[in-house]
């Protein structure tokens, strides 16, 4: 009988996602018994013209990490999607729009000039040249794919059977998917294939979670040495434990919480949170006694929150593309 037909595609991202895949060590031969690889250009020698002369839906799934931030990666979701039968959001950015979504706060001429203009330190460009989409060269026309001013998750530009979160997902996770979607066993549409728990809830520091939390000042994990054994919050240190979905360890704490760091929030929401920034926003004021609660008399709350360096970078570090807020206001993409 034919093998299954998988697909691998990076869209907006590190890289670390190819890399998870990869780190899949002797299980990536698992795989390859299972089932036929036919796309992953970030490892084989594959073409776009490979895809398109593919029938629709040959493809029994496709993986696509990265964020949708480029024509480029819009008309190859586009591509995979129609050619698959199941398209699986792979990794934080293209579930979320991740680190790159960050750049919602901008547009791409802002973000240009910061990197190639007189606002970049670095940049020696005194003729102020900025990627074009076509330039002309002796040996031919050069082109760049147009580069959106809004970054987008992958199930804002098509749609997506599965999601396997995480920066980057974890090779158990992703090998679990791998051998539920090949099984008859498929999971409802949308499903987020991580447990549906939040960090918090396996995190063995919650004992020390407070209740109600009195602080004098918000710390950054950089400049104090955290106690191994305190929950982050308890020690003043933002942590998005109580918003962020598990499933970064297979068992234990958290990635970051192991390595005495706060979670960042990679995971993704847990069931039941729209909003990550919105959430992690609500869950600070209730313990800080927002409400009129004694112990918060004497401190100024506003002062204490504006000892977030980037409340905005930090509340929504991966999800601000699919939050309420999506980016900064301005003209539609064309
Ligand atoms: S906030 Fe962070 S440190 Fe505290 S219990 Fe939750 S995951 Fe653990
Ligand atoms: S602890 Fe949080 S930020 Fe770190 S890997 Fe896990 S989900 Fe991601």
Redesign the pocket.
């Given at each position: 009988m034919a093998k299954p037909k998988v697909a691998f595609y990076w869209c907006a991202s590190c890289g670390g996602c190819e890399e998870a895949i990869v780190d899949l060590n002797e299980d990536i031969l698992k795989v390859a018994e299972l089932v036929n690889i036919v796309f992953w250009p970030c490892a084989m020698d594959f073409k776009y013209e490979d895809v398109r002369n593919m029938k629709n839906g040959e493809i029994t799934v496709s993986f696509i990490n990265g964020a949708i931030r480029t024509k480029e990666n819009q008309e190859m979701a586009k591509l995979l999607r129609k050619k698959s039968k199941i398209v699986v959001s792979f990794g934080a950015c293209s579930h979320m729009g991740g680190i790159p979504g960050l750049a919602n706060f901008w547009d791409k001429e802002t973000i240009f000039e910061s990197s190639y203009g007189k606002s970049c330190p670095s940049a020696e460009n005194p003729d102020n040249h900025v990627p074009q989409e076509r330039w002309k060269v002796e040996e031919g026309e050069l082109t760049l794919p147009k580069l959106f001013n809004t970054v987008k998750s992958l199930d804002q530009v098509v749609d997506v059977d599965y999601y396997l979160p995480?920066?980057s997902p974890e090779p158990y996770l992703t090998m679990n998917a791998i051998k539920k979607i090949l099984s008859s066993d498929l999971p409802a549409k949308g499903t987020v294939l991580a447990p549906a728990k939040s960090?918090c809830d396996v995190c063995s520091r919650n004992d020390s979670k407070p209740e109600k939390l009195s602080l004098e000042k918000i710390q950054r994990v950089a400049t104090v040495q955290p106690d191994p054994e305190k929950c982050f919050l308890a020690q003043g240190i933002i942590c998005?434990?109580p918003v962020?979905?598990f499933?970064?360890?297979e068992e234990g704490d958290?990635?970051?919480?192991s390595a005495n760091?706060p979670?960042?929030?990679?995971?993704g929401p847990p069931p039941g949170v729209l909003d990550v920034g919105a959430k992690m926003v609500s869950a600070l004021a209730s313990i800080l006694g927002l409400e009129g609660e004694e112990e918060m008399k004497d401190i100024d709350v506003e002062k204490l929150m504006a000892q977030i360096p980037d409340p905005a970078g930090t509340f929504y570090r991966f999800s601000l593309p699919i939050s309420m807020l999506k980016r900064k206001r301005m003209s539609e993409d064309k």
């Amino acid at each position: 009988m034919a093998k299954p037909k998988v697909a691998f595609y990076w869209c907006a991202s590190c890289g670390g996602c190819e890399e998870a895949i990869v780190d899949l060590n002797e299980d990536i031969l698992k795989v390859a018994e299972l089932v036929n690889i036919v796309f992953w250009p970030c490892a084989m020698d594959f073409k776009y013209e490979d895809v398109r002369n593919m029938k629709n839906g040959e493809i029994t799934v496709s993986f696509i990490n990265g964020a949708i931030r480029t024509k480029e990666n819009q008309e190859m979701a586009k591509l995979l999607r129609k050619k698959s039968k199941i398209v699986v959001s792979f990794g934080a950015c293209s579930h979320m729009g991740g680190i790159p979504g960050l750049a919602n706060f901008w547009d791409k001429e802002t973000i240009f000039e910061s990197s190639y203009g007189k606002s970049c330190p670095s940049a020696e460009n005194p003729d102020n040249h900025v990627p074009q989409e076509r330039w002309k060269v002796e040996e031919g026309e050069l082109t760049l794919p147009k580069l959106f001013n809004t970054v987008k998750s992958l199930d804002q530009v098509v749609d997506v059977d599965y999601y396997l979160p995480g920066c980057s997902p974890e090779p158990y996770l992703t090998m679990n998917a791998i051998k539920k979607i090949l099984s008859s066993d498929l999971p409802a549409k949308g499903t987020v294939l991580a447990p549906a728990k939040s960090l918090c809830d396996v995190c063995s520091r919650n004992d020390s979670k407070p209740e109600k939390l009195s602080l004098e000042k918000i710390q950054r994990v950089a400049t104090v040495q955290p106690d191994p054994e305190k929950c982050f919050l308890a020690q003043g240190i933002i942590c998005m434990g109580p918003v962020t979905r598990f499933g970064c360890k297979e068992e234990g704490d958290g990635r970051c919480i192991s390595a005495n760091m706060p979670c960042r929030g990679c995971y993704g929401p847990p069931p039941g949170v729209l909003d990550v920034g919105a959430k992690m926003v609500s869950a600070l004021a209730s313990i800080l006694g927002l409400e009129g609660e004694e112990e918060m008399k004497d401190i100024d709350v506003e002062k204490l929150m504006a000892q977030i360096p980037d409340p905005a970078g930090t509340f929504y570090r991966f999800s601000l593309p699919i939050s309420m807020l999506k980016r900064k206001r301005m003209s539609e993409d064309k």
